[in-house]
């Protein structure tokens, strides 16, 4: 019988090993390349989008409902403001909260005097208002009469408001490969208006740093997904990442990859301006514009040139951004103005 015996190692031989090893990996994560600077305007094409509040177009029931002073939107003044705002940040895409839909598939109602004023200063945007709610909670499309509800209050939004430039489909969680969701696209697609816009807020690409399956979707069913629709906005964020670098690094090969996915369908890149400290999924501080943003210039520097379906990005959210995240904006992705 051949005793082996055990193998020792001075303990401050094995401590020093450990520490260069630790070393050697803060070294190399600080000076790896990841993210770029670009502030020429290259990536910018002017037709960029927000999401925006619930308040704009709402009916008064969400008002009582949620204790929210309408008057905060209801006025000329904070229309003009908006107006003027999205304006010198180079939108294009407006995406007002309309959601949570009711579980029986009818849409959440709009206050339509304020959906037409709304229209007035807004004018030249394309306004479509982002509609759906919980999957199973608020949304059960593998239900015929819950689709057929949701089809038919869309239809009665858009006859009640033709200025209205389409929908944006947001049902979350949403499971990479669900077949219930692809026929609902199918059957909302199939009814709408000509020249509407069917866009859905998408989840991104699997990646090995959140690894989460029902918020991301597979290569296949993300471009099954992109096929049916108008506008793509990949919702790139909530990884729960705690380190730059390698949140930029994850923005750089998402970026290319849902713009390969996403075959001649517009995209929008959608990317964080909001302050979900202490969930858990989102830290402000690694998941931000600034970072966000040097990722997808260094994922869109790889192209020879810019594809053809990109749009530019989406911010999330309006309502959170404020004047240091605007100049921010401006700076590090915003066309000069000549």
């Not at 947001?170 to 909302?188: C, K, T, V, W």
């Not at 729960?240 to 290319?256: E, G």
Request: proline residues 9%; aromatic residues 12%.
């Amino acid at each position: 019988m051949i005793i082996w015996e055990p193998i020792t190692r001075p303990p401050l031989r094995t401590i020093a090993l450990l520490l260069a090893i630790l070393g050697l990996i803060a070294l190399a994560y600080l000076i790896y390349p990841t993210g770029k600077n670009i502030r020429d305007g290259r990536h910018d094409l002017g037709t960029n989008g927000i999401w925006l509040q619930h308040g704009w177009l709402g009916h008064d029931d969400w008002f009582l409902e949620n204790k929210r002073d309408r008057s905060l939107f209801r006025n000329e003044q904070a229309l003009e403001e908006l107006s003027s705002l999205i304006k010198k940040q180079g939108m294009r895409f407006l995406f007002p909260h309309l959601c949570p839909c009711h579980p029986d598939g009818t849409i959440a109602r709009v206050d339509p005097e304020q959906t037409e004023r709304f229209l007035d200063h807004l004018s030249g945007f394309e306004v479509i208002p982002w509609i759906g709610g919980v999957f199973q909670n608020h949304c059960t499309p593998a239900r015929p009469g819950w689709r057929k509800n949701f089809v038919y209050s869309t239809l009665a939004l858009f006859k009640a408001h033709p200025r209205l430039a389409g929908v944006q489909i947001n049902i979350e969680p949403m499971p990479s490969g669900n077949p219930d969701f692809l026929l609902l696209l199918d059957e909302l697609k199939a009814a709408l208006p000509p020249g509407k816009i069917l866009s859905v807020a998408a989840y991104p690409p699997p990646t090995r740093w959140h690894p989460f399956p029902e918020v991301h979707w597979e290569e296949e069913y993300f471009r099954e997904v992109a096929s049916r629709c108008d506008l793509i906005a990949p919702m790139m964020y909530d990884t729960a990442i705690r380190f730059p670098k390698v949140y930029q690094q994850l923005m750089k090969s998402w970026t290319r990859e849902v713009l390969e996915w996403s075959g001649e369908t517009p995209v929008l890149l959608g990317l964080p301006a909001y302050d979900d400290a202490g969930s858990g999924y989102h830290h402000p501080d690694v998941e931000n514009l600034e970072h966000a943003l040097k990722g997808i210039h260094a994922g869109l520097a790889g192209f020879e040139k810019l594809p053809k379906n990109y749009q530019g990005v989406a911010l999330y959210s309006g309502w959170e951004l404020d004047e240091e995240e605007w100049a921010l904006f401006l700076r590090e992705f915003r066309r000069p103005v000549r």
